[in-house]
């Protein structure tokens, strides 16, 4: 109900690939079952990167377009980024990443929590020598 489009749009880190990323495709399709169910519509997948084109952007990038945006892999270090496709949209939530403040939800991984439950699995499943790797932080 209620107004709007009924469309959402989703925007894509630059270092990601639509297509080939295994974590955001399952993640896409997520998001689009969603979506369907609750009768609305992905409008549009695009990286940053393509939405830095004027005329690609003023198409996809406006409240006459999209209901709002779903911003993937994106979080503090995008801050500038964020507030700017919030600024044409009005909507943003960051998924897989965090966002202090600054008026958008964010929908992100407990990684200690999920490295728990996974080292609890394999334990009670009999396995006593577990290693871990993990991205290096900067």
Known sequence: GGGG???VGCILF???TKFSEPFFAELLEGIDRALREAKRHLYFVHSVHELS???LRLRMLN???VDGCLVLGMGERNRAEID???GLVGHVVIVSDYLEGGGSSSVYFDGVSCGLLA???LLARGHRRIGCV???RR
């Open 119 to 121: 080292t609890r699995t």
């Open 5 to 7: 489009t009924g469309q």
């Open 53 to 55: 084109e004027p005329s």
């Open 134 to 136: 993990q991205k290096r």
């Open 84 to 86: 700017a496709i919030r």
């Open 14 to 16: 630059p270092t990601f």
């Open 63 to 65: 409240p006459n377009s």
